[in-house]
């Protein structure tokens, strides 16, 4: 009987990227957030196959370091690329356990606060608008006098 070889997170990851990514998400940005979240997670961690994952080195990782430091919106997409590699691992390949991804303990994610313009940067935006209406205006002007009979 042949014996299954197991498979690295690597080479999974491999498949991640060429197949699942570009079939599941059209945004060009997303895969590139993804593929980036991903290896960033594949460089740090111990595990070398994907029947080694657990749960807690997993949960670890997103709890912990750096990434609580990081802005809320990172870390919402770094949550989103893992849970999609997980899930790809758990119902594309069948290679973790039914429900794996569900099972973890996500972290909280936060929304940013929203940025606002400063005083000045508001003043500049409605300087260079006028700015533009009144070059269009001048524009219009000469061109209806080139287009007019004497």
């Not at 990851?13 to 957030?33: A, C, D, H, M, Q």
């Not at 606060?113 to 003043?123: H, I, M, N």
Request: hydrophobic share 35%; charged share 30%; aromatic share 10%.
């Amino acid at each position: 009987m042949h014996r299954q070889q197991k498979l690295t997170l690597e080479e999974a990851y491999r498949k991640f990227i060429e197949i699942y990514l570009p079939s599941k998400y059209g945004s060009p940005v997303t895969r590139r957030g993804y593929i980036y979240d991903v290896k960033e997670w594949l460089d740090q961690t111990q595990i070398t196959y994907v029947d080694e994952l657990d749960l807690e080195a997993i949960q670890s990782y997103l709890a912990t370091g750096k990434n609580l430091k990081r802005k809320g919106s990172t870390r919402q997409r770094k949550v989103a690329a893992l849970k999609a590699f997980f899930t790809y691992l758990e119902k594309t390949l069948q290679l973790l356990p039914k429900d794996f991804s569900a099972a973890m303990i996500w972290p909280k994610v936060t929304k940013d606060d929203p940025r606002f313009l400063t005083p000045e940067q508001y003043q500049a935006i409605l300087r260079e608008a006028m700015r533009l209406t009144v070059c269009n205006e001048i524009s219009l002007l000469q061109d209806s006098k080139i287009g007019s009979s004497p």
